[in-house]
């Protein structure tokens, strides 16, 4: 399997524009997870999906934000408007159950708002 | 909530030293700990897990230990690389099924 694919790699917007970024989990994986990485804030969980229902959103920090997973093997999250704080490294992970099991993660989507 | 605490960065150590990254955690039930490793330009890689109490997590000449009397699961090394810089993230899988990161430790071993 290629691992958890996210596009694109770097994006550079201009602030109040809308941003989508992609993620495809490892194939048969149950969940997907969404994170963002600041040097100020580290590692911050914004939302998951269990068989592409959304279970928890609460580390989704505006309406701004939102995610979608339309089937099992592709997610998006979207920024609308986008502002300069919401410069960041975005991950998408996916894991097959919770718990004890390894959650893997793509390369990152690093996002500039200017 | 739960909660992972590490040892602040950056640590730079000689090669052949011996590493110790602090992590301590808060977490109610019994957590499953991980520690992953971020090289500069990737994603996260799991290093070593421990699902239970006194489990002993161990890949690459790394190990960690679920303390869950001191609620603590510290990264060693007996004798580091230069190949081993990154920066090193402390995990715990909680009941209610989110993977918390602590803030990362940046590691840099010079030759």
């Known amino acids: 399997d290629a691992g958890v694919i996210q596009s694109p ?11 989508t970024l992609r993620c495809k989990p490892i ?3 149950d969940y997907l997870f969404w994170y963002r990485q600041t040097m100020m804030r580290g590692l911050e969980l914004l939302i998951y999906f ?5 279970i ?6 505006e309406d701004r ?7 099992a093997s592709f997610s998006t999250l979207k920024i609308q408007p986008s502002e300069p704080r919401d410069s960041a490294v975005y991950f998408c992970a996916s894991s097959l159950g919770v718990r004890g099991r390894e959650a893997f993660f793509g390369q990152g989507t690093r996002l ?3 | 909530g739960n909660s992972v605490t590490q040892m602040e960065g950056p640590v730079t150590l000689s090669e052949e030293a011996f590493l110790t990254i602090n992590c301590t955690y808060t977490a109610t039930g019994y957590p499953s ?6 090289y500069p330009g990737e994603g996260l890689q799991l290093l070593l897990k421990a699902t239970k109490a006194d489990d002993k997590g161990s890949n690459k000449g790394f190990e960690a230990t679920y303390r869950k009397e001191t609620t603590s699961f510290h990264l060693e090394k007996g004798s580091v690389q230069v190949s081993d810089s ?3 993230f402390c995990a715990l899988w909680g009941s209610n099924y989110k993977l918390t990161f602590g803030k990362g430790t940046l590691l840099t071993v010079n030759p």
């Open chain 1, 50 to 54: 269990n068989n592409n229902v959304p």
């Open chain 1, 65 to 71: 934000f939102s995610a979608k997973m339309p089937n």
């Open chain 2, 86 to 88: 990154a920066v090193y």
């Open chain 1, 9 to 19: 790699r770097h994006e550079v917007t201009e602030m109040g524009q809308e941003v």
């Open chain 1, 112 to 114: 500039t708002v200017v």
């Open chain 1, 27 to 29: 194939s048969g994986h």
């Open chain 2, 33 to 38: 700990l991980f520690w992953y490793v971020q």
């Open chain 1, 56 to 61: 928890d959103d609460s580390g989704m920090p």
